[in-house]
């Protein structure tokens, strides 16, 4: 600082080069490490020790987790390298250059850009193949074939949501006064959605949706952009750049509902199968529902898992490979080549270190393709493998993916033998390596065109009898756990984190933060897994849990009330949304549940509640600094 | 030649409940621009429950505090200090801090920037301190912060800034290096300051390279926060009243100085002196201003956010997002850098820049061989 030195080029040879990157690489990839790793070592033991499934495919599993670790220490670099400057820079100079109509203009379409290229809603029609069309219309045809309508709904909400937050950081009014009365219509909304035969079943996705929106690519973004209009807004005096990304979770869902209300009238209402296929719909109603190639969707096939062959598993990789990098790119590209043309032909600014910001925007693609990969193989995987089998904690399922085909199987080797009501089963003797185990046989596995007996194995219920307590309750604390170590790992919170770690000058700590929103979380998911096990009504969560919120939030401080709105529209993204949905699909199938959706509803509810108590909590201490002398004085 | 005035700087550290009272006396008192800035103090937390205690040995409470900043005549200087007394209370302990310094402003200035006011008031505060301004690497300072906090030495103030030097050398290596800095600000007894500093050094191993840097600046005036655990009273009075009790029977602090305390560092440090050039301009444009000054040999400096704040909403003089960067320069090279800040259109209204300059006596930082050389 002090030298006065002449400015010198600085050499830097090879080796100093890689004495430089390596610690720094060595602690980007350590911190991943840290937040990984407690999802990881939960789902697999929980797997070996309490399922007592052996892991399938556990190399490739841990091949795409180390994927997961790598792509998520690039691309949260990448983010804050490139997206993030580049979003402060533009609410910097947004508000000194441009009058307040073209601000609203840039917000709707950043949020939209941003929302259609967040990765972690594509996950929601993956739910779709599940439902069928006639339990729930409305559900079927905004999953399936209205899911267009679905994401520019969701888009729009988010970009609305944008408008708001820029607007309230230039004219400084309290996040209170938008979040009430948006909580009391949607509030109102999902109770009149309760008492509709339709709309009912469609709140679940509506409240998951509002959760899902707001991931990795849209928070660092919409927060960045609100820091830097904060600070230049004259009249926002407790500079606070919170509240937009709560605002773009819960205006969503207003506008999935009101989708759904207007297709609503255009659409069947639910009836049962047989009604259906006979007279049920008319043709119009089917034209929207089915889409044009109109044929009535086959009954639910289960497809047994062929043997793969090594090239044609290279040839799967290589596409996964490319759908991974594919996703990547859409979800960064467009929207830096807006922003960096935007800042650049509009607002006619140089960014300060451009090369800095082209080289973290690579490191986010980058990042983000290797991280979707290792989604892919590594998490899903062991998520779907777990949340598959978790039901038979209480109930006896079947492993339909440990199948065995017994070639050249003699019927006659078929035994019998008596049960404790005396009836009579058949069953035979496999011998299996060294051991002989008894199958159960039953005649309509046994294809006596090529001779193979298909063996599927049943496993559990693992705690006593069928449906027994012990059973659920593992499975609730399941959730809860899933939940908070699935959190932990989670980019989005990550950046938040940091970002509120900078903002409040290191008084509210990251891991403060990020260890009770996961707490939150963990509660939200084992209340949701509640829910589906008791079928409880989201309505009947949704309504006390937000109301008890807004009460909460008449005592707590602004700037804590802010954060934990936040922080709950962070929690939710492309780490634990699979995880949570292959949970609740799994629990749900065994249940016969119609949707399982609303989990993430309630996960993402629940770290508001954590964090305002943890916000109390540090107050109180922080009132304490200035007020304990006060007290004794008087 | 050069613009020239002579001001007085006052600064207080005030927490974050207190801000809106702070504001408001300011705007009451139409006291036009004052810059604010976000900050921390540590306080030791209370003891914990049962055997919690066990596992926290006095951990650390970061409390948020705004540090305000106001330019003025001498001849305001009491006046502003006790506007800031009586707004936030500060002689109540854990309300904060407030002291003046002297500086010199080298850019031309809009009007009531600098405050001046008829009003007398009576002189407030004690004289004899010295404040030690020292830039770590994140996450250092709060270790720091525990001793001096443990030992009684002051209450420290911690603000986040980046810094610029070495890293931007490099290219997109510097991308290797972080940025990230914290900066510690207190203010001693002036012959605590010596040894003070000799300790933070020590502690914040401030004498291997790139670890950071530190400089003692001279204050006028101040009264200090003396709040520096969250412990409850076990006596009728806390230990912080009996303080600020002491300090207001003498007069001074001299009772308070623990320079014998202090082990002797038998080391011998290479101090140097010279000017602090505080650069206050529009936020985004630091960066540019600092590669120009690179030319004469300003290698690096320390960045920090704040917002500037005025209480007439019409003709406004400057954008409220504003950078601040500390560069230490001898004092012989000072004309030299105003001059390339004026050619470099630094003051016009692109980047609406002030400048002004504190004497530093006692600065410290690793010095390269070359460095010892010169």
């Known amino acids: 600082m002090a030298r006065n030195e002449k400015e010198e080029s600085i050499h830097i040879g090879f080796r100093e080069t890689i004495t430089l990157i390596l610690p720094y690489f060595q602690k980007k990839i350590w911190d991943q490490i840290k937040a990984v790793i407690w999802i990881v070592l939960y789902l697999a033991l929980f797997q070996l020790f309490i399922l007592r499934i052996p892991i399938k495919e556990a190399g490739l599993i841990a091949l795409g987790i180390s994927a997961v670790v790598l792509g998520l220490a690039f691309f949260l670099e990448g983010l804050f390298l490139g997206l993030m400057p580049l979003g402060e820079a533009l609410g910097l100079r947004l508000p000194q250059k441009l009058g307040i109509f073209s601000i609203i203009l840039f917000s709707i379409l950043m949020g939209v850009g941003a929302t259609l290229a967040e990765p972690a809603i594509t996950i929601l029609r993956a739910c779709g193949s599940k439902v069928a069309p006639w339990d729930a219309p409305l559900l079927y045809f905004l999953l399936n074939e209205g899911s267009f309508y679905l994401y520019l709904s969701i888009a729009i909400g988010v970009g609305i949501s944008v408008v708001f937050g820029m607007l309230r950081f230039l004219f400084g009014f309290s996040l209170m006064r938008i979040l009430v009365p948006t909580i009391v219509i949607l509030l109102g909304v999902s109770i009149y959605a309760y008492f509709d035969e339709n709309l009912k079943f469609i709140s679940g996705l509506a409240w998951d949706s509002g959760a899902v929106t707001t991931g990795p690519v849209t928070v660092p973004l919409v927060v960045a952009l609100g820091i830097g209009i904060s600070k230049v807004a004259e009249k926002n005096d407790q500079s606070s750049a919170y509240g937009v990304v709560t605002l773009a979770s819960l205006f969503p869902i207003l506008s999935v509902f009101l989708v759904g209300m207007y297709f609503s009238g255009k659409l069947p209402k639910p009836m049962p199968e047989e009604v259906f296929f006979k007279q049920g719909i008319k043709l119009e109603e089917a034209k929207l529902l089915l889409g044009d190639s109109y044929k009535v969707p086959s009954t639910k096939e289960v497809s047994l898992p062929k043997k793969i062959s090594p090239p044609e598993f290279f040839i799967k990789a290589k596409e996964n490979i490319f759908d991974a990098f594919e996703l990547a790119i859409r979800a960064i590209l467009p929207l830096s080549i807006f922003l960096l043309l935007f800042l650049g032909l509009i607002l006619k600014e140089k960014i300060s270190y451009p090369e800095e910001v082209f080289l973290g925007i690579g490191f986010s693609i980058i990042g983000l393709s290797i991280f979707n990969f290792g989604i892919i193989f590594g998490l899903n995987k062991l998520g779907d493998q777990v949340g598959g089998k978790l039901p038979s904690t209480f109930r006896s399922i079947e492993l339909i993916d440990s199948t065995k085909f017994i070639p050249n199987f003699n019927p006659k080797s078929v035994l019998k033998a008596v049960n404790e009501d005396g009836k009579e089963e058949k069953f035979f003797y496999l011998k299996e390596r060294k051991s002989y185990t008894g199958i159960p046989y039953h005649e309509e596995n046994w294809n006596q065109k090529n001779k193979v007996y298909e063996y599927v194995p049943i496993h559990g219920p693992i705690f006593g009898k069928e449906d027994n307590l012990l059973g659920y309750l593992v499975v609730l604390v399941f959730a809860f756990f899933l939940g908070y170590s699935a959190t932990l790992a989670e980019p989005a919170l990550s950046a938040l984190g940091n970002t509120v770690e900078e903002t409040t000058v290191g008084t509210f700590r990251k891991s403060l933060l990020i260890q009770s929103v996961a707490v939150g979380v963990g509660l939200g998911t084992l209340l949701g897994m509640l829910k589906i096990l008791l079928e409880i009504p989201l309505v009947w969560i949704v309504v006390p849990i937000y109301l008890l919120l807004l009460f909460l939030n008449t005592f707590s401080k602004s700037e804590f009330i802010d954060i934990a709105w936040d922080s709950a529209g962070v929690t939710t993204g492309p780490i634990t949304v699979p995880l949570i949905i292959a949970m609740g699909l799994g629990i749900g199938n065994q249940m016969g549940t119609v949707d399982g959706f609303g989990i993430l509803a309630a996960a993402s509810a629940f770290p508001i509640l954590s964090v305002l108590i943890m916000g109390m909590i540090v107050e109180n201490s922080r009132k304490l600094s200035l007020r304990d002398s006060e007290l004794k004085e008087k | ?374």
């Open chain 2, 1 to 374: 030649m050069h613009f020239k005035q002579k001001a007085i700087r006052i600064t207080a550290i005030v927490h974050r409940d207190l801000t809106d009272l702070v504001v408001s006396a300011l705007k009451r008192n139409n006291i036009h621009y004052f810059h604010m800035e976000p900050g921390r103090y540590p306080v030791l937390a209370k003891r914990g429950w049962l055997l919690f205690d066990f596992y926290q040995n006095h951990s650390i409470i970061d409390t948020p505090v705004t540090i305000f900043e106001v330019s003025c005549e001498a001849s305001t200087e009491n006046f502003l200090l006790s506007l800031f007394r009586d707004a936030a209370e500060l002689n109540i302990p854990g309300h904060g801090s407030v002291y003046s310094e002297t500086i010199e402003f080298h850019s031309p200035l809009p009007a009531d920037y600098i405050v001046t006011t008829e009003e007398k008031t009576k002189t407030i505060g004690f004289s004899g301190l010295t404040g030690i301004f020292c830039i770590l690497p994140r996450g250092s300072a709060e270790p720091i912060a525990r001793l001096i906090l443990q030992n009684g030495v002051a209450v420290p103030t911690i603000s986040y800034g980046t810094g610029t030097g070495l890293r931007d050398q490099l290219g997109l290596l510097r991308i290797t290096i972080p940025k990230e800095k914290e900066i510690l600000k207190l203010v001693v007894h002036s012959s605590d300051a010596e040894h003070a500093m000799d300790f933070i050094i020590e502690v914040g191993r401030l004498d291997l390279p790139g670890r950071g840097f530190i400089f003692e600046f001279p204050i006028g005036r101040g009264l200090l926060n003396t709040k520096v655990s969250l412990e409850g009273p076990k006596q009728a009075a806390s230990m912080d009243q009996i303080i600020s009790a002491l300090d207001q029977l003498y007069g001074n602090m001299e009772w308070r100085k623990k320079s014998n305390q202090f082990r002797q560092s038998a080391r011998h440090r290479n101090y140097f002196e010279g000017v602090n050039v505080v650069i206050n301009c529009k936020e985004e444009s630091i960066e540019s201003t600092l590669a120009n000054l690179r030319k004469v040999g300003v290698s690096s400096s320390t960045i920090s956010l704040n917002k500037l704040v005025h209480s007439q909403n019409e003709k406004n003089a400057f954008t409220p997002a504003r950078e601040v960067a500390n560069i230490l320069i001898p004092k012989k090279n000072l004309s030299e850098v105003l001059s390339l800040l004026e050619e470099t259109g630094f003051f016009g209204e692109e980047t609406e820049g002030i400048v002004y300059t504190i004497e530093i006596p006692r600065a410290f930082s690793y010095q390269s061989k070359l460095g010892k050389r010169k």
